[in-house]
């Protein structure tokens, strides 16, 4: 099982930028899914979180700007950043609350994507 991270990038203050995770492996159920991220010195902070039947939960900082949203059928979850902020710059991380065919529930985690917000 691996998550895969696509969609960081450079953008203007102001600016929009989507993220995408993709879970593929031998997957039974994925529950929770959602992003962190970081910055240098600093600890990993939850950015947002989507349980499986859609209900999201924001950091308080993002709230009204991000949007997150998840595809089932896909194990695919997406992160919207509106109105980017230069306090967005980080590396982003998606993870997963998994149910594997070979290992149990356990928690998957994307190799990290950089979002650079320029003033």
């Known amino acids: 099982v691996q998550l895969q991270a696509f969609g960081g990038g450079l953008v203007q203050a102001g600016g929009s930028l989507r993220l995408s995770c993709a879970a593929s492996g031998s997957i039974v159920s994925i529950n929770a899914m959602g992003w962190y991220r970081q910055t240098p010195g600093n600890q990993r902070e939850l950015v947002a979180e989507i349980t499986r039947g859609g209900t999201a939960n924001f950091a308080d900082s993002v709230k009204d700007r991000f949007t997150i949203s998840r595809d089932n059928a896909e194990n695919t979850e997406y992160l919207l950043i509106n109105s980017a902020k230069p306090e967005d710059t980080a590396v982003y991380y998606c993870?997963?609350?998994?149910?594997?065919?070979?290992?149990?529930?356990?928690?998957?985690w994307g190799q990290g994507t950089q979002v650079t917000v320029s003033s």
């Open positions: 993870y997963a609350d998994l149910l594997a065919a070979t290992k149990g529930w356990y928690t998957y």
